[in-house]
């Protein structure tokens, strides 16, 4: 566990399973400025040894488990038939609305998948109990590497991979509902490991692969208009990657990490909004799906 000071632009270690804030000798044991830029090429995982191709983004899902479970998600382990669990997976996503957890799509080592499961948090870890959630209208097709954000009542799902096409297409669940709507953009962009942060109104896409190459190009979708929309960026920007993270803090996006085909990254960038005007001046909206053409 690493957590960095935003103010002071500096990681702190903290050993496993203590709790942040302390260690074995009271202080960091390691630090490192987050404005060194490196590239650490070892331990690769062998699913991101290459740029994304037909054969790169098939979407292997965890084997090692103690059950297999059916195309239902029922497990097929003996006495626990009558608990849903969902099959295992990866590069799926989450959000939480309403004290519940809510899982959509990912890859299970034979194909993509587009359910949507949900846990309830309210009770004990004992009670805990996930639940396959049905959904209306049409859906998005299977994939996953695309990305959810959870904006009022509605997910936002943009782009992601099946393991054979990189998607552009962009989608809306009404978690109250449960009811999907596809939105539609007048341009598209192919994105697959990309970020996608919420800056007021608008969704800041940052990075990614389009299915040809990796990307340094930074997307702004507005959650009013429902559409793209284009700003210039002022400095020098991050090199091409996909599978990294971003966050909003302070008034900055912060961009960490990532890969681009040949380098695993772990540097970290910042855009400054407000310096750039980037900060919307719409402070209150709701995404009013029911209109997007």
């Not at 983004?57 to 479970?69: I, K």
């Not at 299970?108 to 004992?126: F, M, P, R, Y």
């Not at 994939?143 to 962009?170: P, W």
């Not at 939105?183 to 800041?204: A, M, N, P």
Request: charged content about 15%; aromatic content about 10%; proline content about 7%.
């Amino acid at each position: 566990l690493y957590i960095l000071d935003i103010q002071t632009r500096r990681f702190s270690w903290v050993p496993f399973g203590q709790k942040p804030g302390t260690s074995a000798g009271g202080t960091a044991t390691q630090t490192q400025t987050a404005e060194s830029p490196s590239a650490n090429q070892n331990n690769l995982p062998s699913s991101m040894t290459s740029t994304p191709s037909k054969s790169h983004v098939t979407l292997p899902g965890a084997t090692a488990t103690p059950s297999t479970p059916a195309p239902n998600g029922v497990p097929s382990t003996p006495g626990s038939a009558n608990q849903l669990v969902p099959p295992p997976r990866r590069a799926h996503t989450a959000v939480y609305y309403r004290q519940k957890l809510y899982v959509f799509g990912g890859g299970n080592g034979v194909k993509a998948l587009n359910d949507v499961w949900s846990l309830d948090t309210t009770v004990t870890i004992e009670k805990m109990r996930w639940e396959l959630v049905r959904t209306s209208g049409p859906k998005p097709g299977p994939r996953g590497y695309h990305t959810a954000n959870l904006v009022g009542n509605i997910m936002v799902v943009i782009g992601g991979s099946d393991g054979r096409d990189c998607f552009s297409d962009v989608w809306a669940l009404n978690l109250d509902t449960m009811e999907w709507k596809k939105i539609e953009t007048d341009t598209q962009y192919k994105r697959l490991s990309h970020s996608s942060t919420q800056v007021g109104s608008y969704l800041f896409i940052m990075g990614g692969h389009d299915g040809l190459k990796y990307s340094s190009e930074l997307l702004l979708f507005n959650l009013v208009t429902l559409q793209y929309e284009h700003k210039v960026t002022m400095g020098r920007p991050p090199p091409a990657r996909g599978y990294h993270t971003s966050i909003l803090a302070d008034a900055r996006v912060l961009v960490f990490g990532g890969f681009d085909g040949h380098a695993v990254y772990d540097d970290v960038w910042l855009l400054e909004l407000a310096g750039a005007a980037y900060l919307p001046q719409v402070t209150s909206f709701s995404l009013n799906i029911e209109d997007s053409r």
